[in-house]
């Protein structure tokens, strides 16, 4: 599927103030999407995971936007600094410990070539699947993380669009797993047909930066 779509799209030089703007648009995602973020929780977690992710992205929020960022490594470590202390359960280490190893691969840089901006994520996956103790196919947030780097890594540009279809085509096949993580362990076979929470907010996280990446498109 992702080597089908490995052709055309926009090229990369990624700035401060685009990094502002997907976190400002993740930040709403998770806000207008948290009734069907603990929905998805409920039905195989503990149920909180909607209220936790738009608590913490509402806390970077008002810390990104009283600073004034010389470098995008520092905006992404308080983004991973604030969820790691503001995203309860699970989430919050992950989704700081994913920031936090952005921060480092950008670090000291004001805009982002690709190659450095695909070490980030890559880094990111190596960093929750360390913390997590977890790999692709567990039917956690590593399943969209995985399939997105593995679309950057395929290609020299990014289209916007695709970048969303490969995300959301990642958070669907967690349907088809037995969960082996977490509360969804426990519940085995009983996990299939459903959706894991954090898969979608993960999808949510790429489809605000697939979103700041079309706007800027020329």
């Known amino acids: 599927m ?7 799209g926009i090229g990369m030089n990624f700035s401060i103030d685009q990094a502002r703007r997907w976190i400002e648009k993740t ?5 207008q999407n948290k009734q069907l973020l603990t929905k998805l929780d409920r039905a195989i977690g503990d149920g909180d995971h909607g209220m936790n ?7 970077v929020i008002h810390t990104v936007k009283e600073t004034d960022y010389e470098s995008i490594s520092d905006l992404m ?8 202390s503001k995203v309860g359960g699970v989430a919050g280490p992950l989704y700081g410990t994913a920031f936090l190893k ?7 840089k004001n805009q982002i070539d690709y190659e450095t901006f695909t070490k980030g994520f890559k880094e990111a996956v190596l960093g929750i699947k360390e913390r997590g103790r977890t790999s692709r196919g567990e039917k956690t947030l590593v ?17 916007a669009e695709q970048l969303i279809i490969i995300a959301y085509d990642a958070v669907e096949k967690t349907k088809e797993m037995i969960g082996t993580k977490g509360r969804t362990a426990y519940l085995k076979e009983n996990s299939l047909g459903h959706i894991d929470p954090g898969a979608m907010s993960s999808y949510y ?14």
Not at 143 to 159: P, T
Request: aromatic share 10%.
């Open 2 to 8: 992702v080597s089908e779509l490995c052709n055309g």
């Open 27 to 31: 930040n709403q995602y998770m806000q």
């Open 53 to 59: 992710m738009a608590r913490g992205f509402n806390e």
């Open 77 to 84: 470590k308080d983004v991973a600094v604030t969820l790691m």
């Open 102 to 108: 952005i921060s480092q691969a950008w670090s000291g």
């Open 143 to 159: 399943d969209v993380w995985v399939a997105v780097v593995h679309y950057f890594e395929c290609k020299e540009e990014i289209d």
């Open 205 to 218: 996280i790429f489809r605000s930066l697939s979103e700041v990446l079309k706007e800027d498109e020329t």
